[in-house]
Nanobody, 118 residues
Framework: QVQLVESGGGLVQAGGALRLSCAAS????????MGWYRQAPGKQRELVAV???????NYADSVKGRFTISRDNAKNTVYLQMNSLKPEDTAVYYC????????????WGQGTQVTVSS
């Protein structure tokens, strides 16, 4: 089992920045891919960014150039630095962990709310 605990969400004005953190514990040795997904009200959950243990990354087109995902393998923590936030970034952000890059992993955090005001 893998446990994921997110932190860092909140309310910010458009153009502002937030950093999300996701601390992983448990049987994490096989969790090659860790990432962030988000779900806005009335919308489907979507990939925001994902990173492998080796540092390969993938981003949604809507966040490229504004968001940066990083990973500290020694601390079993993944981060999402979000800059130039827009109201359309408002959503619940979920941390995800799995074995395979390119696929949703089996493990999810509880979610953290990000609200961007205009």
């Amino acid at each position: 089992q893998v446990q994921l605990v997110e932190s860092g969400g909140g309310l910010v004005q458009a153009g502002g920045a937030l950093r999300l953190s996701c601390a992983a514990s448990g049987s994490i040795f096989s969790m090659n891919a860790m990432g962030w997904y988000r779900q806005a009200p009335g919308k489907q959950r979507e990939l925001v960014a994902v990173i492998t243990s080796g540092g390969t990354t993938n981003y949604a087109d809507s966040v490229k150039g504004r968001f940066t995902i990083s990973r500290d393998n020694a601390k079993n923590t993944v981060y999402l630095q979000m800059n130039s936030l827009k109201p359309e970034d408002t959503a619940v952000y979920y941390c995800n962990a799995g074995r395979y890059f390119g696929y949703e992993g089996d493990y999810w955090g509880q979610g953290t709310q990000v609200t961007v005001s205009s």
